[in-house]
């Protein structure tokens, strides 16, 4: 056996993941989905009492390799993991020993993290309109950074915490049709309102210590991050040109994806360097949350129902959209990997003739529809259907409509680390 990465070592141990078991995923696998796919099928085959309702799993080497390559993408950026994303403990934990610092936008947020033995100067009160029992609460345990972006804010601010850091969250320019959610539809300081809210803030005698934006979540258009750098810029000179004392903190939000991560990467480094090439004592910061939580789950949910109508098959799986699967709604397109139960042969389930086919969600709602007209072998009561990339927005949005709840779900830990020189698994064990 080969001994483990330092970092998934830091991450075993990690609260949140220490004294859980932690599966090893299938080495001979061709791709990390398809290992992942080959736990499930063990799982449910060989689970001793036998597994009867949906569950997740997180795959920590997956978190592992993202930090990395987040550290690699965005040299001396800390990443802030938006705990709204997924406030799952075990990614949770794994984050924090991997050397996270976390975005909060609530005192249940901020307990969640806290609970994990990380320091309150490890988190951002990242939420510019706060009731204020909440400022209250982040002042109590020492949460010492939070955002504002209106006058009003600023004067809860100086009335129950009036030692903070603050951070001027901007709205960014031209970045309606930029990510799939436009977040400055609710946030962000217009570029005629900057002026006067730092003069604001001036008077009141409180600190603005940097600036924040965020360009909104799932974005596809990365270019919108430099012109989301330079209206930071603009920021820091006014502040410079009002007296007020230098700005230290650039935080550049989140709306990475995976997927575009590299290409972000590189508008957001040539901006800096541009805009703030001269200002090397800025540190610059990040809130990223999808980028870290949406591809290390899956989920594996059971069929419990089914109807043929024609060549139309219809199935019922025991999580849906208003489950795990509400994910459906903000755009995550299901590509269901269907596994067959122990009880069943591929005789019994038809072969691989592939059916049009319509998966619907337990409740009684007719809203809770995954996937239709979408071709999946003849599947039977007890099979499974494996989802991929459900780690965004999936638990934290769902709710118990119709007394189902996904809240209770089992999360199965998992990793595979690849040798980065032999480019083969290494194993290992906890």
């Avoid at 609970?115 to 988190?123: C, N, P, Q």
């Amino acid at each position: 056996m080969a001994e483990a990465p330092a970092a998934m070592r830091a991450v075993l141990e990690a609260p949140g993941v220490k004294g859980q078991e932690v599966l090893r995923l299938p080495c001979d696998a061709a791709n990390v989905k398809d290992a992942v796919t080959g736990l499930v099928r063990r799982i449910i085959t060989t689970g001793d009492p036998p597994v009867t309702s949906a569950f997740n799993m997180l795959d920590l080497g997956k978190v592992a390799e993202l930090f990395a390559a987040w550290r690699r993408g965005l040299k001396g950026v800390p990443p802030y993991y938006a705990v709204k994303c997924n406030s799952n403990p075990a990614l949770l934990g794994a984050l924090a020993a991997l050397g996270s610092r976390f975005d909060c936008a609530s005192p249940a947020e901020m307990d969640a993290v806290l609970a994990l033995g990380v320091t309150a100067d490890r988190i951002i009160y990242a939420n510019p309109c706060k009731p204020e029992s909440h400022i209250a609460y982040a002042a109590s345990v020492g949460v010492g950074v939070a955002t504002f972006d209106s006058v009003e804010e600023l004067r809860k601010m100086k009335r129950f915490h009036p030692g903070c850091k603050l951070l001027l969250r901007l709205k960014v320019p031209n970045a309606g049709d930029a990510a799939r959610w436009d977040l400055g539809l609710k946030y962000g300081a217009l570029e005629e309102e900057v002026a006067p809210l730092l003069r604001a803030a001036q008077s009141a005698g409180l600190a603005v210590w940097g600036v924040a934006f965020h360009v909104g979540s799932e974005v596809s258009r990365v270019g919108v991050y430099d012109a989301a750098v330079q209206a930071a810029r603009t920021a820091f000179d006014a502040a410079a040109a009002l007296g007020m004392p230098p700005m230290h903190v650039l935080d550049i939000g989140g709306g990475f994806a995976a997927a575009s991560f590299e290409d972000a990467c590189a508008v957001i480094n040539a901006a800096l360097a541009r805009h703030f090439g001269d200002m090397p004592d800025v540190e610059v910061i990040g809130e990223p949350g999808r980028y870290f939580a949406e591809t290390p789950f899956a989920l594996a949910a059971r069929v419990f129902g089914k109807r043929a109508r024609g060549e139309v098959r219809e199935y019922w799986i025991d999580d849906g959209f208003y489950g795990t699967l509400c994910c459906v709604q903000h755009g995550y397109v299901p590509r269901p990997v269907p596994v067959a139960a122990a009880c069943h042969s591929a005789d019994q389930r038809g072969g691989e003739t592939r059916h049009l086919s319509t998966v619907f969600g337990p409740t009684c709602d007719s809203l809770d529809l995954v996937v239709q007209g979408y071709p999946l072998p003849e599947l039977g009561i007890g099979d499974w259907l494996v989802f991929h990339d459900v780690g965004a927005y999936t638990t934290e949005l769902s709710c118990n409509f119709n007394g189902f709840s996904a809240s209770e779900m089992k999360t199965y830990l998992a990793y595979w680390i690849r040798d980065t020189d032999l480019n083969k698994p290494l194993l290992w064990q906890h």
